[in-house]
């Protein structure tokens, strides 16, 4: 019964509605330089969903991601300042994300501790660490060829090169999630874990390893974020991890864990992309455009309890 | 049985969608009476039990109270006159005291609306003393056995005056001793002129507890009639409309060598030292009242849980501890007690659930292969005649017969050679209960080591091979399959001397 109205087609739904809205309302928006701009503003939220997504659907959470941004970010800036190579630098930084995600899933695995918990506790201790690697300095001047690989578009396309990165994972964790054996695994352990655990599914090592991915592509775009800014600072990305949220959320994964498709996700990270986009032509505030972050998040919650509840009522069930 | 019954059913008729669940159903209970409703799994006992306590509204016919037609247009307007419903696995605050768990939201006051204790534990003890059972009112839910739970959930609708209680399998996960006091509780209830609406797969509870019984059968009302006279077959005949083959066809096997072998298997404060085998052909059941640790040594042997001392292995190779996946890549499998936590995701899919502990085989490359997936699954669904519409239906949608082929099949599917059953037939209807006995003395013949966990006396001693019995964590008795009785299988579960 659920086929005929899926959360995800909705959002899809929104999506063109939301772009149609932009262009009769913005004469900005739907130009191509824009788009593009829109889709390369949104690469490092985009590319955390994808880690963020598997998570959720295992039924756990990271919220450490932007402060994993953050000190991947101040590692950078404060190993650029000190003279290394930018070719030594980009993995030491990607790799510290790797050993923060370890950290996030030893605690939450061994110790049986609450994701939710956990990464409330982290995001405020890497953002901490981010502060004691660059202080309070701001670091510039990264290599022309790097910075332009973070912001330029792939030549002949449209495409920023962040973003092209993002297809491709796309492509990669869509398999991944839906035709491979460690999808089916996901769903499962997301809505029984118990079931899932007793049909030998190696639960505590694939959570622990959905932990490390996450950290590793929260660290990725910490990257992508310094050098499209050209910028290496310690707040850098403070509070993405909400809109990263809002997106997966938005997209139909449930937060309770097994249920929700790629697809979803991506309508649901374009979607955000979108509004932010439309906001900022507005000349809106960040204040707004975060209260709309908020409601986003809260209204994609909501909704699918409010259809379910809603549904039985109208159908009868047996 | 004089007057208009307390509570009745007349002509009741209703649907979901396509599936009529119950078809011009009539039931009459009346004061004073233990009333049985019989069915298979799906025969619209549940839908029946809904439609009293108000959850339901019929399409056609009508709920008379005390004669005069009533519509419920809700579960707290059937409460309000008199019914209650009593499930299997009640729902208390465990948090809370037994005492405000029975007069929740209807607390005694004091002045200034404070609840007032005293009188509210007073209340509560005069309840359990009606009832002829000893619990503490003032004793926090949490902890409390299924079994006084439920006795929590009785005083409850003593204390609102109810006059139809309505049993849905209340015995299910009930040992022995508490069974027979929730009879004598029963008992109770029925002098003080209440009507009682019993449930249960167990036959034999329905014979030595009512008066009277009903039968449904595909939603249809088959029988109403005193028990007395009626034979255990002739309600079995009534319940599936055809002739039962013997319940418990265990058939010899020739017993090949030992495929499970468990040595001085120790879990700290749950069971000690606890030793046998298991031949490749044969049914060996463990036995024991809940509680005795049975579950607990499955749970160690297939690595769910782990144990402090003694060692499993498996064709002769030493299993590690606490690790369920080498379990499964040693051949061994495990259909868990708690279906519905351990044995399936109920979100997912027949053939995504059947295809769980396949993950590894179905791949081709990278990616599973749909096609394996539903063959798989549509083979076993095929070899264990389950009823479904389609594969990819959820398998909540199925009956708790039908879903416990699911689990089955989802481990049969691994081509075990030991095979542990946790409980094979609990809540399930007579028909797949045959249907699973007949499945598990094949699979022994196949020269599959079946170690079958079971509360169902009958059971154990018509399938098993060998009986072996635990009291408080330890083996107490190990009986061949001449010596094992009702009489010495229990005196080992209770500890006294075999």
């Given at each position: ?61 990271d919220l450490s991601v932007a402060s994993v941004l953050g000190l991947s970010s ?245 | ?200 797969h167990r036959l034999d509870e329905i014979f030595s507890l009512c008066q009277r ?286």
């Amino acid at each position: 019964m659920a086929k005929v109205l899926r959360w995800d087609v909705l959002v899809g739904a929104l999506l063109i509605a939301v772009f149609a809205a932009g262009s009769l309302t913005s004469p900005g928006f739907a130009t191509v330089d824009n788009l593009s701009f829109a889709l390369g503003d949104l690469g490092e939220i985009a590319l955390i969903a994808l880690a963020m997504t598997m998570l959720v659907v295992a039924a756990e959470v990271d919220l450490s991601v932007a402060s994993v941004l953050g000190l991947s970010s101040a590692l950078v800036g404060s190993l650029w300042d000190g003279g290394m190579a930018i070719e030594a630098i980009i993995p030491i930084a990607v790799l510290t994300g790797a050993v923060c995600g370890l950290v996030n899933g030893l605690l939450v695995t061994r110790l049986g501790l609450p994701s939710l918990a956990v990464t409330i506790g982290t995001l405020a201790l890497y953002r901490g660490l981010a502060y004691v690697v660059l202080g309070d300095r701001a670091v510039a001047q990264f290599p022309p060829d790097y910075t332009a690989l973070a912001v330029n578009d792939v030549p002949g396309t449209p495409i920023p090169y962040p973003i092209a990165v993002f297809v491709l994972l796309a492509a990669a964790v869509g398999v991944v999630l839906h035709a491979t054996g460690f999808g089916r695994a996901l769903y499962a352990i997301g809505a029984q874990e118990q079931a899932a655990f007793f049909a030998g599914i190696r639960v505590k090592r694939i959570k622990l390893l959905l932990f490390v991915i996450s950290g590793t592509v929260a660290a990725f775009a910490g990257v992508v974020f310094t050098l499209r800014y050209g910028s290496a600072r310690a707040d850098n990305g403070v509070g993405i991890e909400l809109a990263v949220i809002a997106a997966v959320l938005l997209g139909g994964v449930d937060f309770d864990g097994g249920k929700g498709t790629l697809g979803g996700v991506i309508a649901g990270v374009l979607l955000i992309g979108l509004l932010r986009n439309l906001l900022m032509l507005g000349d809106v505030s960040t204040e707004i455009q975060s209260i709309v972050t908020g409601l986003l998040l809260i209204v994609s919650v909501l909704t699918p309890r409010l259809v379910s509840l809603v549904r039985p009522a109208l159908k009868g069930s047996p | 049985m004089s007057g208009a019954p307390t509570l009745a059913l007349a002509n009741v008729s209703k649907s979901f969608g396509a599936v009529r669940a119950l078809r011009d159903v009539s039931l009459e209970l009346f004061a004073g009476e233990a009333h049985a409703l019989a069915g298979e799994n799906g025969a619209g006992k549940s839908t029946l039990v809904k439609t009293l306590a108000g959850v339901h509204r019929p399409d056609t016919g009508q709920v008379l109270l005390n004669g005069e037609p009533v519509v419920f247009t809700g579960p707290a307007d059937a409460q309000q006159a008199g019914v209650a419903v009593i499930y299997q696995e009640p729902t208390l605050f465990p948090d809370l005291s037994v005492a405000e768990n029975i007069f929740m939201g209807r607390q005694p006051r004091r002045t200034l609306g404070r609840i007032d204790r005293k009188e509210m534990h007073g209340q509560a003890r005069r309840l359990f003393e009606r009832l002829g059972v000893a619990l503490d009112p003032e004793q926090p839910s949490r902890g409390l056995s299924i079994a006084d739970q439920q006795l929590v959930e009785i005083a409850k609708a003593l204390s609102r005056e109810a006059r139809v209680l309505v049993m849905d399998e209340p015995t299910a996960a009930l040992s022995g001793n508490e069974v027979a006091r929730l009879f004598s509780v029963v008992e109770a209830l029925r002098e003080h002129g209440c009507a009682i609406l019993f449930i249960s797969h167990r036959l034999d509870e329905i014979f030595s507890l009512c008066q009277r019984v009903t039968t449904l059968r595909d939603g249809a009302w088959i029988a109403s009639e005193p028990v007395a006279g009626l034979t255990h077959d002739d309600l079995v005949r009534r319940m599936v409309g055809r002739e039962l083959g013997t319940l418990y066809p265990k058939e010899a096997a020739e017993l090949g060598e030992v495929a499970l072998q468990v040595d001085r298997l120790t879990r700290e404060g749950v069971f000690t030292d606890v030793s046998f085998q298991v031949r490749r052909g044969e049914i060996v059941a463990l036995a024991g009242l809940v509680g005795a640790g049975r579950s607990e040594v499955a749970r160690a042997v297939f690595g769910v849980d782990r144990w402090d001392a003694g060692s499993v292995s498996v064709a002769g190779r030493p299993l590690p501890a606490g690790s369920p996946t080498a379990a499964m890549g040693a051949g061994l499998a495990l259909v868990p007690e708690d279906r519905r936590q351990q044995g399936l995701v109920m979100e997912l899919s027949i053939e995504r659930n059947i295809g769980l502990t396949g993950l590894g085989s179905l791949r081709r490359g990278v990616t599973i292969s749909r096609t394996a997936e539903r063959d798989r699954a549509k083979d076993w669904a095929v070899r264990l005649q389950l009823k479904f519409a389609r594969l990819s239906d959820g398998v909540g949608v199925l009956s708790g017969g039908n879903q416990q082929k699911v689990v089955l099949a989802k481990w049969l599917a691994t081509k075990p050679s030991v095979l542990i059953v946790d409980e094979p037939t609990r809540g399930i209807d007579v028909g797949t209960k045959a249907e699973v006995h007949r499945l598990l003395s094949e699979l022994a013949g196949q020269g599959i080591a079946v170690l079958m966990i079971s509360s169902d006396l009958p059971e154990v001693l018509g399938m098993a091979d060998r009986v072996l019995v635990m009291h408080e964590g330890r083996l107490t008795a190990e009986l061949s399959r001449a010596d094992a009785t009702e009489e010495s299988v229990m005196n080992a579960a209770t500890g006294r001397a075999a």
